[in-house]
C-alpha cells in the first residue's frame, strides 16, 4: 500500500527535543522531494521545511530555521525531523508529505500521512 | 495570518453548486500554480486539484480548480455528504522561496 506513516509525536517541555520519523512504503522513497507541513490547533496548514531526493538540499520555514533539522535515509525508506529549543507555538499536528511534478515540473503534494501530534506544555 | 487568503467556512445543500476563493499576491498565485486539498479530520489530507485545474486520477468531475491573475477557486458541484470538511489551497511564493498555504475553508453540506 502506497502510504506514509508519521510517529514520534508526543508532549514534551518547553525548550525541549523531539525527533519525528517518517516511514513511507509502497513507491520508490529516492525518487521524491520530501516535506513536512503542521498545522497548529484551529490554524491553517503551515508548510516547514523540505528535503531533496539525495538529501542534499534543504529549505526550512524561517519559523524553524536554526532549531529543526531534516534528513532521511533512502536506504530506509525514512525521514526525520529532529526539533530543539520547542515552545509552545510549536505544538500542533505533524504531516509528512511527498511532492510530485507533472510534466511541466510544477509540483504539487499528492501524498500525505495522518499526523503525529506534538504538545509542547509545562 | 496566512500568506493565502479563504473564507473561513461555507456551506451549502446536497446537489448545489459551491465556489471557495483563494486569494494571493503576484508573488504566489499571480506567479505560479495553485494546489488544492481536502482534509477531513483524523484523515490523510488528500490532493483534489493540481496545477491550477487538473484532478488526480479517482477524484470525481464534480471538483474543478480554476485561477485567474493573483485569485483561484476550487468549484465543487453537486455537492455530496462526504465532501464535507477543510479545503486548502497552496501555491509556491517566488519570494519567500517557501510553500504557502490559504488558511482552511470549513465546509458544511446542511
Known amino acids: 500500500e502506497v502510504q506514509l506513516v508519521e510517529s514520534g509525536g508526543t508532549l514534551v517541555h518547553p525548550g525541549g527535543s523531539l525527533r519525528l520519523s517518517c516511514a513511507a512504503s509502497?513507491?520508490?522513497?529516492?525518487?521524491?522531494?520530501m516535506h513536512w507541513v503542521r498545522q497548529a490547533p484551529g490554524k491553517g496548514l503551515e508548510w516547514l521545511s523540505h528535503?531533496?531526493?539525495?538529501?542534499?538540499?534543504?529549505f526550512y520555514a524561517d519559523s524553524v530555521r536554526g532549531r529543526f533539522t531534516l534528513s532521511r535515509d533512502n536506504a530506509k525508506n525514512s525521514m526525520y525531523l529532529q526539533m530543539n529549543s520547542l515552545g509552545p507555538e510549536d505544538t500542533g499536528l505533524y504531516y509528512c508529505?511527498?511532492?510530485?511534478?507533472?510534466?511541466?515540473?510544477?509540483?504539487?503534494?499528492?501524498?500525505w500521512g495522518r499526523g503525529t501530534m506534538v504538545t509542547v506544555s509545562s | 495570518q496566512s500568506v493565502l487568503t479563504q473564507p473561513p467556512s461555507a456551506s451549502g445543500t446536497p446537489g448545489q453548486r459551491v465556489t471557495i476563493s483563494c486569494s494571493g499576491s503576484s508573488s504566489n498565485v499571480g506567479h505560479t500554480h495553485v494546489n488544492w486539498y481536502h482534509h477531513v479530520s483524523g484523515t490523510a489530507p488528500k490532493l483534489l486539484i493540481y496545477?491550477?485545474?487538473h484532478r488526480p486520477s479517482g477524484v470525481p468531475d464534480r471538483f474543478s480548480g480554476s485561477k485567474s491573475g493573483t485569485s483561484a477557486s476550487l468549484v465543487i458541484s453537486g455537492l455530496q455528504s462526504e465532501d464535507e470538511g477543510d479545503y486548502h489551497c497552496?501555491?509556491?511564493?517566488?519570494?519567500?522561496?517557501?510553500?504557502?498555504f490559504g488558511g482552511g475553508t470549513k465546509l458544511t453540506v446542511l
Open positions: 496545477t491550477n485545474n
Open positions: 509502497g513507491f520508490t522513497f529516492s525518487n521524491h522531494e
Open positions: 497552496t501555491s509556491w511564493d517566488v519570494s519567500l522561496n517557501i510553500w504557502v
Open positions: 508529505v511527498r511532492e510530485s511534478r507533472d510534466a511541466n515540473n510544477d509540483g504539487f503534494f499528492d501524498l
Open positions: 528535503i531533496r531526493d539525495f538529501g542534499l538540499t534543504l
